[in-house]
């Protein structure tokens, strides 16, 4: 089944229809190529009839106006549908009362995916100068949501390809290399990891044999930077970058390129993923995302193939529950735990054991799942069990401070050490090992035995280890992933609240997602003023809104703030240090660290949006790309919300003028017709809102010339 038929794709369109309905006061529908790209199907319509929504179909091995659109890659406007001798279905049009029609192209960055039907009904006039433009840039934001909801499944299918088996590493990389072409829709890749010997990176895998060189230290050419640095890089102009090595590869046309680092569990680049493309800015920030996301599941590929080659039958069982575990990204949090019992308790044959996570913020020790003599203990509610406040002397909080395994061999030493506990059962032996990810502690996994002392070797302490990274890695991927489900979920929000809100409560909404979406307590969103340049406060959300609202304003001619950095350059900015960053303006008095980005409206930058947090490094450079995201809708719907505002004013303005007018003719004190196509003039010049001179002539049939009968001039005297 084609994705964009699915219903995840429709609930997604359905808002940006009934935007166009809403705004322009006109019936839609999009169309979507399937999976053979030869058939159109609609997806999502509004105000048009349900059956012919539902039967209707366009193919592009017969004329039609969308084959049309796709050969010509243009909008097409169709005056009269009726009189269309592609348009398949006038008796359907007719029937709807439809007249005229225009047809925009929908584009996935430069692949064609279908179109955007705009109807005009028989009762409306059109201006197609008017109109065209307004569904092109519908027809663009159509293109943007296609194309995150393209790369989310596509990342899904290709998690799937990667972890579908554990392989030899060879045939792994050219599973990840073509997941990467396929992912990023280009030609060359490259996978190179570190030799642990030397340090340097080495060619592993490669479409193309057009490389001359297959090894770079660390620091060395782009890919050696990206080692350093443990960055991901976009480069829209390869071999202008300082750090491209001349002659690595045979041909030497322009090129663009992604690097993104693999890294391991702990942290440390073990590799790097490399894709180009011929040309300048053939890469955006969305593409370096999806690398991204694909270097990390690469990177958990390889490490589970790399146990699969180290470890005895027993680490074999642990494969496998790294396989269960990392495949299945789109569980709940709590079926991952019961997954880790299921496989833990079947595969290890382990009785004993328990999840506890530590929560950073609010200093709690949570107790996620625990099995005692091979049953599940309900968590939270027995003694023992129950979550916590962080407590020096305990077991959990010293391998969560130490970042460190602890192994108690016998009773005693664990007595001596944590002291005697009013426990049902004391253990005899006891092994927990910790559970990061990254630099992050995220907790610890423990298992013990009841009877048995120095029941537990080296060998559990790396079982476990590996285990412990295994059930991070699955974690960190169900978290990562219902943040990506909530991060859609918020931009469809922010797309819904167009059609029902004002522009000060869409803003305001925007900030107090931007908080509940990232790791941040307070948000504020400002805009340039056009006349002074100053920035202006429009909303704000967390603790420090009063004192955010007293200040309003930040003057252009006196500040020198984050927040004018970024409008100026048109950059987001993460400040991981307040205190080390002395343009950083403190309105919230908790702030540590925060993540600014600029409001950007095609090459226009009409203000900032930014997100600050209580805690130090709070912000990841995934954080600035979601927020960035975030700041382009928030210019969309402010642009929207503009344009339903001046289409509501172009309507009353018109319902005054032709009740005015009218009234002009029938009265008998206003029957001459000077004032008569004065009062003409006078609401032509409101509708259009930016002329001021003009002039209506008539034709005199006496002389057959034409005669000004009606106007202003250009000091604003009635010209007769």
Known sequence: MNIFQKDNTRQLLWPVTQAINTVMGLPACIWLLDETERIFQISVAAELLEEYVRDAYLSMDEPCIAADVFRTGETIIVPTISDEGQWKYKTEGSRMGLKSAIVSPLWIKNKFVGVLDVYIPESRSFDPDELKPKVESFAEQIGTTLRQIWGMETLKKVGQLINSQ?????????????????????EHV?????????GDLVLEKSSTNELRRNRFKSGEGLAGLVVQTGESLC?????????????????TEERSMLLSPIKSENGEVIGVISADIVGLNGFDSQELLWLDTLTNQAAMAIKNAQVYYLVNQRRKAMVDIGKKLTEKIYLKEN????????QVTQKLRVDNFFIALYDEKNGMIRFVIACSEGELVPVNSEEGWKNRKWADGHKVEAIISTNHYLLLNTRKEIEDRFG?????KMAS????????????????????SYEQEHFFNQDDVDIFQALADLASVAIENVRLYAQRADDIACLQD??????????SEILQLIVEKAVETMPGEYSSLWLIEHESG????????????TKAWEIKRLKKAEENSINRLVADTGKPYRCPDVEQEPRFFKIYENAKSSVTVPLRYQDSIIGTLNVESSRLSAFTEQHAQFLDSLSDQAAIAIENFRLYRQSQNQRKVLTEAIGQISTSVASPSESDIERILDNIFKWTLALMGKASLGEIRLLDKETNELVVRGGHSGSGIHCN
């Not at 005697?420 to 049902?424: F, N, Q, V």
């Not at 092994?431 to 995220?442: A, D, R, S």
């Not at 922010?494 to 522009?503: G, L, M, T």
Request: charged fraction near 20%.
């Open 166 to 186: 554990i392989q030899d590493i060879p045939l792994l990389l050219k599973n990840i290399m073509r997941s990467a072409q396929q992912v990023l829709g280009c």
């Open 190 to 198: 490259s996978i190179f990891l570190k030799e642990e010997t030397s």
């Open 235 to 251: 480069v829209q102009d390869a071999l202008k970058h300082p750090q491209y090595v001349p002659g690595v590869c045979l041909k």
């Open 335 to 342: 079926e991952v735990y019961e997954l880790i019992y299921e």
């Open 420 to 424: 005697a506990r009013r426990e049902k």
């Open 429 to 448: 032996s006891w092994l927990g090992v910790p559970m990061h990810f990254g630099e992050n502690t995220l907790g610890i996994i423990a298992t013990y």
């Open 494 to 503: 922010i797309n819904k609240a167009v059609i029902s809100k004002n522009q």
């Open 534 to 545: 100053d920035l202006v406060l429009e909303a704000v959300h967390g603790p420090a809104e």
